[in-house]
Nanobody, 121 residues
Framework: QVQLVESGGGLVQAGGSLRLSCSASGQAFNKYAMGWFRQAPGKEREFVAAINWSDSITYYADSVKGRFTISRDNAKKMVYLQMNRLKAEDTAVYYC??????????????WGQGTQVTVSS
């Protein structure tokens, strides 16, 4: 069992930066790949970034590649999403998830409650 809690969302101007954090509890955290997903109003949840259990492989959606960076600290049971050069279209609720290394939300078993990111243009 893994419990996830996101933090760090907020309101930022276009071109700015935010760092999202995801705190995990549970013994099995470092056995799972971790992912960030987002969901904008009226849209389906979409993949943002993933990192495998050993922190050696990362994977990004084309829409955020070069702007966002995912990282994890297994000792602290933390996952981060550094978001730079934010755009209005990045506005969404961002979710942290634990599961299989994938871009599909169906392969993630545990989810946080989400944190709102709003980018003003």
């Amino acid at each position: 069992q893994v419990q996830l809690v996101e933090s760090g969302g907020g309101l930022v101007q276009a071109g700015g930066s935010l760092r999202l954090s995801c705190s995990a509890s549970g013994q099995a955290f470092n056995k799972y790949a971790m992912g960030w997903f987002r969901q904008a109003p009226g849209k389906e949840r979409e993949f943002v970034a993933a990192i495998n259990w050993s922190d050696s492989i990362t994977y990004y959606a084309d829409s955020v590649k070069g702007r966002f960076t995912i990282s994890r600290d297994n000792a602290k049971k933390m996952v981060y999403l550094q978001m730079n050069r934010l755009k209005a279209e990045d506005t969404a609720v961002y979710y942290c998830a634990a599961g299989m290394y994938s871009g599909s939300p169906d392969l993630y078993r545990y989810w946080g409650q989400g944190t709102q990111v709003t980018v003003s243009s």
